[in-house]
Every structure is written in structure tokens, then in C-alpha cells.
């Protein structure tokens, strides 16, 4: 079975610009959940999507959003890019609503110049 | 401070070694605790998860939890070069506001020396 797949591996963008990041999750899997990764502040949760619907979210502003698809393919968003949103942006899939596992793909490298 | 601390490290041993991975936490709503393994430019790979207290075993992996204390541990035995990595502890929060929200710790970069 494959595993979660991400599209771009890698983006340069400029301040000020948009960018918008793709993820399929394993087959069968209908949770899809977007994290953050940095040096300075590590791997952070940024929101949660089940069944097209965005179940959580956390810590983060509004230029940062995302969507889900009926086949569960997520995307995410950030609008007007600053040079702190720099990082390595991870998309994880889980089974169902009532598993706890979530599973990681290789993410997407973002440099913002 | 931070809800999860985990040393980063760099922790380095001789292959063969046993090898003691740790976090703190503050937060006693979290529910499951997770051990995932990082290598550079990949996503993190899930190792072990537990719910309760005690030990749990997977190979030559052991992930402990202690519940009263709020800190959880990974034991690797007879460790090997291919097991150099970044380790991450990560845990969920309650059902209510959303089991897959996890908080990390800043993981602990481990080197086995061969």
C-alpha cells in the first residue's frame, strides 16, 4: 500500500506571495492532519480534517488554512508569506475517527525569500 | 515552558549499546503517548504508542509510561548504526478537543557509533 504522498517535495516562494500544499493520504484513510516543523519551535499541530471537515485546529493565524477533498486529498494554504514561515511543512493520514496513529509523508520544504 | 521537554541531544553510543530516550510533561489530560523516529529529510515514522501506564514491548524497542510522574521513556537494546536518528516523543490530548492534535517534543538526536 502507498504510503502519504506530498506535492511539492520542495517550493521558493517570495514575502508577500501565497503557496498551496498537496497531500494524499494512504488509501483508505479519511483523516488528513498539517503540521509544522522548524528548528526553533519543532513540530506543531496546525489542523486536523475528517470527512471534509476541519475537526481542529491549532495555534496559528488565519493566513494558514487548508481544505479536504470526498477523496480525503488535502490541501493547505498560507497567504501572504512571511520569511518565518519557512519550514518543512508534514502531512500526516489517519484510518478513522476513532484511531489514534497517524502516519507521516516527507513533506514539503518551503523557503520564503 | 513547554508542555513536552525531551533532551535534544545529540546522544551518542557505541553500537550494541541500550540506549534511554526521555520526556517530561506537564499536561495530566494527555491520553496516548507515541515514540516516532525521524531520519534527516524524511517524515517522522511511528515506532510505538501506549495509553497506559507500565511497559510495552516491540522488538528491541520498550516504550514506558509513568503517569504520576508525567514522563515517558524509549528503550532501544543492542543498538545499531541504522538506528541514528531523530527520536520524537509525542502525545494526544483528550477525545474532546481532538485526539490526533499531537504535541511533540523537540525530539533527541541519536548517533550509534558502528
Known amino acids: 500500500k502507498a504510503g502519504v504522498t506530498q506535492t511539492p517535495r520542495y517550493l521558493i516562494k517570495t514575502r508577500g506571495q501565497q503557496v498551496t500544499l498537496s497531500c494524499s493520504p494512504i488509501s483508505g484513510h479519511r483523516s488528513v492532519s498539517w503540521y509544522q516543523q522548524t528548528p526553533g519551535q519543532g513540530l506543531q499541530f496546525l489542523f486536523e480534517y475528517f470527512s471534509e471537515t476541519q475537526r481542529n485546529k491549532g495555534n496559528f493565524p488565519g493566513r494558514f488554512s487548508g481544505r479536504q477533498f470526498s477523496n480525503s486529498r488535502s490541501e493547505m494554504n498560507v497567504s501572504t508569506l512571511e520569511l518565518g514561515d519557512s519550514a518543512l511543512y508534514l502531512c500526516a493520514s489517519s484510518l478513522g475517527d476513532r484511531t489514534y496513529e497517524q502516519y507521516f509523508g516527507p513533506g514539503t520544504r518551503l523557503t520564503v525569500t | 515552558q513547554k508542555e513536552v521537554e525531551q533532551d535534544p541531544g545529540p546522544l551518542s553510543v557505541p553500537e550494541g549499546a541500550i540506549v534511554s530516550l526521555n520526556c517530561t510533561y506537564s499536561n495530566s489530560a494527555f491520553q496516548y503517548f507515541m515514540w516516532y523516529r525521524q531520519y534527516s529529510r524524511k517524515g517522522p515514522e511511528l515506532l510505538m504508542y501506549?495509553?497506559?501506564?507500565g511497559n510495552k514491548e516491540d522488538g528491541r524497542f520498550t516504550a514506558q509510561v509513568d503517569k504520576s510522574s508525567k514522563y515517558i521513556s524509549l528503550f532501544i537494546r543492542d543498538s545499531q548504526p541504522s538506528d541514528s536518528a531523530t527520536y520524537l516523543c509525542?502525545?494526544?490530548?483528550?477525545?474532546?478537543?481532538?485526539?490526533?492534535?499531537?504535541?511533540f517534543g523537540s525530539g533527541t538526536r541519536l548517533q550509534v557509533q558502528p
Open positions: 509525542a502525545m494526544t490530548p483528550p477525545e474532546t478537543t481532538g485526539r490526533r492534535a499531537l504535541t
Open positions: 501506549t495509553y497506559s501506564s
